[in-house]
């Protein structure tokens, strides 16, 4: 049986196309909401060549077909759908089921949003382990070559390659945020770019101060979102709800015209005028913030700054730090911060735990290459596909950075540089800190990684994330 009859039969045994409110899939499986739920037949789907098993959960008939053949069978049933998987035609327009309480609906959108994106970021993190090591004059010149040696074609080429996914982020998240909501995916994608768009000025270089933010009406500051993951998620989420609203209120004769126009006008407004201030303020409180916390004595810093940092990210937050980190370096010539923030590789050992521990190869298939991107440096596969979704892991990541940034503090490490953290961090301490550095992350990553083994990880919660 190939894909395609696989993909027929089982439309044909949920009861026929009429009778799917809608079809998605996530990494295993193909996930469909069914308007009768008798009409379906689970014994004979689970008896189809290469389906792995069945079950219903939260109004979802979802079938387990494995990683890889679930994106092409879902392929295959979305042509049989006419195009219309997500949302069938005839069910168009129906508002969102709530299923479950509002925690297991926010984590089940939030999965949503953020699994089928986890692909590009864990390949951006390889990526950006290779270019450390290519551009670094200590190890290239182990093979009597330097920094300076490299073509500039080719360090140009590995910059698109480490640098694409997170400087349009946001346009990732609004696609998927739309898509969940049942919005257009393209207008996502639109209103991703208009955040990162080149007019505006780059978020990092206003949270290093070399540029200033547009200010509007004398009191608004207004910048792009590059790297930013909640101020794009929420912009998705007012998008995906404007555009649906506009539907409702605009005559069918003017639709195509004025939804799209409504859509991207009211979602843009929001997002630079309403949601940017917000969080500009946000950024400033942080900036604050951490500068009391680093003047605190006894290593009490250290472990505050450990331990929350990485929320830092998850807020959109994170760029007013590249100000204090360059004016660190600037004045004294090192980085404070960077070795107080040892939360990444506190990220792989909570991620790497829940993968050896967990029984679901779903689970696993996410979790370990996860790990391996956080001890690279990119924590969002570990974040929002595995520690955030399951809790109780991310608290013990959060425990692992604390207890690494105390130890970071108390043996006063100091950074030659910033941007690199986990496995290639260890370019920044290329003297005789490194073994103190290493000493500290394998501390983080232990200290998380028996946490979440021994008690932040049991099999309630794989079944709630399984299930979700």
């Given at each position: 049986m ?7 039969e ?18 295993t499986r193909?996930?469909?909401e069914?308007i ?6 689970k014994?004979?789907?689970e ?5 792995k ?5 939260s109004?979802?008939?979802?079938v387990?077909?494995?990683?890889g ?8 049933a979305?042509?049989?759908?006419d195009g ?9 327009n ?13 984590i089940r ?20 382990g ?24 080719l360090?140009t080429f ?13 346009v990732?998240i609004?696609w ?12 996502g ?18 949270g ?8 509007f ?18 912009a ?8 649906k609203?506009?539907?409702t ?29 917000i ?12 500068t009391?916390i680093?003047?605190?004595?006894f ?6 700054y ?6 830092l ?10 100000f204090?980190?360059?004016?660190m370096?600037t004045?004294?010539g090192?980085?404070?911060l ?14 790497l735990?829940?993968?050896i ?9 996410i ?31 959060m ?5 690494g940034?105390f130890?970071a503090?108390?043996?006063h ?11 290639p961090?260890?370019?920044?301490y290329?003297n ?15 200290v998380a990684?028996?946490?979440?083994y021994t008690i932040?990880f ?11």
């Open positions: 190939n894909n395609q009859e696989l993909a027929r089982i439309i044909k045994l949920v009861g026929g196309k009429e009778n799917i409110e809608s079809m998605t899939h996530c990494a193909l996930r469909i069914v009768d739920k008798e009409k379906i037949n014994e004979q789907t008896e189809l060549d290469k389906v098993g069945t079950f219903f959960n109004g979802q008939f979802q387990i077909l494995g990683t053949l679930v994106n092409k069978v879902y392929a295959e979305d042509k049989l759908m219309n998987s997500e949302s069938s035609k005839s069910n168009q129906k508002p969102r089921k709530k299923r479950g309480n509002a925690f297991q609906r926010g959108i939030f999965g949503d949003v953020f699994v089928p994106i986890i692909p590009a970021l864990v390949a951006t993190g390889l990526f950006m290779l270019r450390s090591l290519l551009i670094q004059d200590d190890i290239l010149g182990l093979i009597g070559l330097s920094a300076d040696s490299i073509p500039e074609q360090l590995t910059q698109v390659l480490t640098d694409t996914a997170f400087a349009f982020l946001p990732l609004c998927s945020t739309f898509r969940v909501f049942g919005g257009s995916p393209v207008l994608i639109v209103i991703g770019l208009m955040l990162v768009n080149p007019a505006l000025p780059n978020a990092y270089e206003v290093a101060g070399s540029v200033d933010p547009l200010v009406f004398n009191f608004i500051n207004v910048s792009g979102y590059q790297g930013s993951v909640l101020p794009a998620l929420i998705g989420i007012l998008g995906a709800k404007l555009e609203f506009y539907r209120k605009v005559p069918n004769a003017l639709d195509l015209i004025l939804v799209p126009f409504l859509t991207l006008l009211s979602a843009i407004v929001i997002a630079l005028f309403i949601i940017g201030p969080f500009h303020g946000l950024e400033l409180l942080v900036l604050q913030g951490v009391f680093l003047e605190l004595p290593g009490i810093g250290g472990l505050i450990g331990s929350f940092s990485q929320l990210g998850i807020f959109g937050v994170h760029h007013i730090i590249s204090l980190e360059i004016n370096l004045q004294t090192w980085n404070l960077n070795p107080i923030a040892p939360g990444n590789v506190a990220q792989a050992g909570a991620v735990a829940v993968a521990k967990a029984r679901s190869q779903k689970l696993k298939q979790a370990y290459p996860s790990s391996l991107s956080a001890a690279l440096g990119i924590t969002e596969p570990a974040y929002f596909g595995v520690t955030l979704p399951l809790v109780k892991p991310f608290i013990m990541a425990i692992g950075g604390g207890v940034g130890l503090s108390i043996f490490l100091k950074a030659t540089g910033m941007a690199l953290t986990g496995i961090g260890m370019l920044l290329l005789e800190q490194l073994p103190l550095y290493i000493l500290v992350n394998a501390v983080s990553f232990s990684f028996i946490l979440t932040g049991n099999k309630s919660l794989e079944d709630q994330y399984i299930n979700r």
